[in-house]
């Protein structure tokens, strides 16, 4: 396949709008292509497929949200087609509407962001159904009895070791760590205040737990970095806890070319003060600090007025949103491993603590001077849904769309952040990285978000012209262009064309295999035969995700020997 | 030959210690499980060949015949029913839905007569629950509310609950007090600190009585409470607030007795109040094993758990509508296939009449009061002994079954899949 005569923006491999052809064959960007398939790309924007490193679209959590929400499944309803199975939902989509959603926005890869360890088989079922785009699963381990243990003890190895057998149980692809130690004292209803709060009945600290999952993500080179929500996250003044944290992890090495920890969703993290009346945006001072720390990464966690669904491994702060907004209310604790909350709300343009909360995400994206730092997503669903992405790249490329929203919104947007001083509009190449570059970049992702040779044949064509349309003036037309790609291409195949999905090929999941030290292995498994004993509900050998439910693997290889 | 930690394929437990004795291709031996799983996976009377009725009488047939006949009917119906999938794999669930939406029937699961109530009051207001696991290791307080788990869940106390160990529970049972709220003094109600006995039809009342006490407004419930005294609901509740961890696991005696769903909301209401003083966690004790898993699938495939109608291609959800009772209490089902369950003995009479006007499917690898009203009937291997495939324990944990015979037969998904690919082909000869 040739795609002719398109603008190509490729950051990876400093391609910054050449009109220029890309070739694809055998799923894969090559010098030349021998095959006559020709699509004509002129006068449109070229970009690598998407990458979406941080959602949550499959598993335990993400099902408890469509079953307690019958009033979502009914937006976003299609039928089915000769082709498509039919599609429902709006903040919680049914697999299917996942795939065909992400396609037509020209996405070609998606990472459910937090499962545990115990659940990753039901995690696994539902990204089987997702249809057309690649995926995998970040791995939950930040309130797992086995690692408070090896963190008590101080035993790095054995932690290592744990690791890479959580992801080879989970066929899971990095580390995820949410509210760590918070999960744990949630089993008691109880929580951690800070980083330096110790865990009831564990006594180790969220500081030493992050600290120790980073140093075994880093001896286990892991492909990604620890992947943290950091504690206190959705409350006023947790910055502090924020930048506490950043500070306590300074000085740990990345064992890679790429960030040494990903801070995820920073929008509910950069909160100041006392309480909800003095709210205000704190943005400026963590963009001021990744600006002067480039060893960090972090995503946006835009905000999407009108309906959500928030879920997350942070349960205490989901029954405080349940208490606070009088919701429906959903809890699922995990024995040994995590806990979890579902949480269905709306984000009011009225509302001043979701129009500050709004202006934080875009004054986090535009404050933090590297693109490289920065991943453009909404969370999905927690901030909104993300067939919303369009939404947020027209407000990043358009300081008068954001002067219009910001005329909508309750005026402390304005009062309490920096938004409306703020001058930057992102252009084509940064928006190629904060959407496909940067994530693939920062998920350790080799052959995406790029259309170098060998690259995965992933590639997203939009009609609009870079040459042409002036993001800043014209940002409805870019909004509507990247809605609905023009052509999606995954794997070298059209996937999407004029907007509708036309093919609905089956993509792959990623996982990462980390080999460890015998006697490291050895020595974590005589604790787990222990544990399944006494403590967990299953037998020991019922526990592994079994390769039934990862069909088409993309297994990458890591570890210390 | 002896097969470790196989699943057991009878209730809700879904235990997965089980130790199978095989000899010559056939069950010889069952540890550990409870008598109602041991008597499913040594076997029982099982259907012996395909049958297709004639003239009002059941006659052996091939598969394929009784595949095109099954084909035929679903293919010709307006208004299909695809009901069942509690006693079966998530694998075959997952090929009824899309043979569903390829007839444009409505498909609904076992939980219509069971805990369906609960997944409305789910809807209603979420619920705050935890893995079984959790529930072991931590609870100091488990309540059974219209549920007796001594009859109809044998190894739940022993494995998960009242009387299992773990990591702060080290005293099983004597660290624990256990409360039995039911309309008659169940053998479950024989091993409790605490027998609250009330009157048929009362949950509702009960616990909004409870929930007044426990926020504070005890002075204004009467002495008695559904013949219940307030002096023991004054006890129970303080039993509740002062737990570190309770549980409330509730069966049928919550969800089908008046007030129904109803019950339920009310239900979790209360364990989100105890939420602002302590632990607390709720569980529907489900009944079959895997009744949990096609509301899991059902739910990731259609964005419902149940009752979905998908006439327009489109799913559409409205229980009271869409549910297979509804369907059959209309005389609007036309056709109706029934994948291991067995409606005829659970349903409402008038829905078994209903039944009886209109040709029935049956896939099941055993007999039972629904094969006398089928036309056409398909046995199948028997999922997690002589079938692998997943299923979902009724905390919601998904569990891989074993297979660990072979059996010949062709497995429940594998009929679907089989008439689904003949429907198919009628579709495309007209």
Known sequence: ?561 | MIIEDVLCPFCGCLCDDIKVEVEEGKVVGVKRACRLGSSKIRGHERIRAPMVRRDGELFETTYDEAYDRAARILKGAKRPLLYGWCSTVCETAKKGILLAEEVGGVIDSTATVCHGPSIIGIEEKGLSGSTLGQVKNRADLIIFWGANPAEAHPRHTMRYSSNSTGMFTPEGRRGRKVIVVDVRKTRTAKNADKFILIRPGTDYEVISALRMIVKGKGDLIPETVAGVNKADLEEAAGMMKAAKFGSILFGLGMTHSRGRYKNVDNALSLVADLNGFTKFVVMAMRGHYNVAGFGQVCAWETGYPMAVDLSRGAPYFNPGETAACDLLGRREADAMMVVAADPASNFPRETVEAMAEIPVIQVDPFPNPTTFLADVVIPTAVCGIEAEGTAYRMDGLSLRMKKVIDSGLPTDEEVVENILDRVRRLADDN
Not at chain 1, 528 to 533: G, H, S
């Open chain 1, 1 to 561: 396949m040739i795609i002719e005569g398109g603008i190509v923006y490729d950051p990876i491999n400093g391609v910054l709008g050449e009109e220029m052809d890309v070739s694809i064959e055998d799923g894969r960007v090559v010098e030349e292509s021998r095959d006559g398939e020709k699509i004509d790309a002129r006068g449109m924007l070229v970009l690598p497929g998407g990458v979406d490193a941080h959602a949550h679209i499959a598993g335990a959590k993400v099902n408890t949200g469509r079953i307690m929400r019958p009033e979502d499944g009914r937006r976003g309803t299609e039928a089915r087609t000769k082709l498509l199975r039919p599609s429902t939902g709006y903040t919680v989509p049914n697999c299917y509407a996942i795939g065909y959603r992400y396609a037509r926005l020209g996405y070609t890869c998606a990472f459910e962001a937090a499962t545990p360890i115990l659940e990753a088989r039901h995690t696994h079922e539902e990204l089987e159904e997702i249809p057309i785009v690649d995926k995998g699963a970040l791995t939950l381990f930040g309130n797992n009895w086995e690692v408070l243990e090896c963190v008590r003890d101080g035993d790095l190895e054995k932690l290592a070791a744990f690791v890479a057998w959580g992801l080879r149980a989970s066929r899971g692809y990095g580390v995820k760590v949410v509210n760590p130690g918070g999960g744990e004292a949630w089993g008691f209803g109880g929580n951690v205040k800070g980083i330096d709060d110790p865990v009831p009945n564990f006594g180790v600290t969220a500081r030493e737990i992050i600290r120790y999952l980073m140093r075994a993500n880093e001896a286990l080179r892991l492909p990604h970095s620890v992947h943290l929500h950091t504690n206190n996250l959705g409350k006023p003044g947790n910055y502090e806890t924020t930048l506490a944290t950043l500070r306590a992890v300074e000085d740990i090495a990345s064992s890679r070319d790429r960030q040494v920890l990903h801070v995820t969703h920073m929008q509910f993290s950069a909160y100041g003060g006392t309480g909800w009346r003095d709210f205000e945006s704190k943005a400026p001072e963590i963009s001021d600090y990744f600006n002067k720390h480039d060893q960090f990464t972090m995503d946006m966690g835009q905000l999407i007025f009108g309906s959500a669904t928030t879920m997350t491994a942070d349960a205490p702060l989901e029954y405080g949103n349940a208490r606070l907004l009088k919701a429906k209310w959903s809890n699922h604790d995990i024995e040994l491993e995590e806990s979890s909350g579902v949480v269905p709300l709306v984000y009011g343009r009225k509302n001043p603590i979701n129009a500050i909360q709004w202006a934080i995400g875009l004054e986090l994206a535009l404050l933090t001077e590297d693109p490289w730092q920065m991943i453009m997503t909404t969370d999905h669903p927690n901030g909104g849904p993300f067939v919303n992405y369009p939404e947020v790249v027209a407000l990043l490329m358009s300081r008068s769309k954001r002067e219009k929203e910001l005329a909508t919104l309750h005026d402390l947007a304005s009062k309490r952040s920096s938004l409306p001083s703020i001058e930057r509009e992102m252009d084509w190449n940064e928006v190629a990285i904060v959407t496909r570059a940067g994530p693939a970049r920062i998920l350790g992702l080799a052959e995406k978000g790029h259309l170098g040779v060998g690259a995965d044949g992933d590639v997203s064509i939009y009609d609009v012209n870079p040459e042409k349309v002036d993001p800043s003036k014209e940002h409805e037309e870019v909004k509507a262009a990247l809605a609905g790609a023009k052509y999606t291409i995954k794997g070298g195949e059209v996937v999407v064309r004029d907007g509708e999905v036309v093919a609905v090929p089956q993509g792959r999941t990623y996982w990462v295999d980390a080999s460890v030290p015998e006697d490291a292995e050895a020595r974590v498994k005589a604790d787990l035969v222990e544990k399944f004993a006494k403590y967990y509900s299953i037998q020991m050998s019922n526990y592994m995700v079994q390769d039934a439910y990862v069909t088409r693997p993309r297994v990458i290889r890591a570890g210390v020997i």
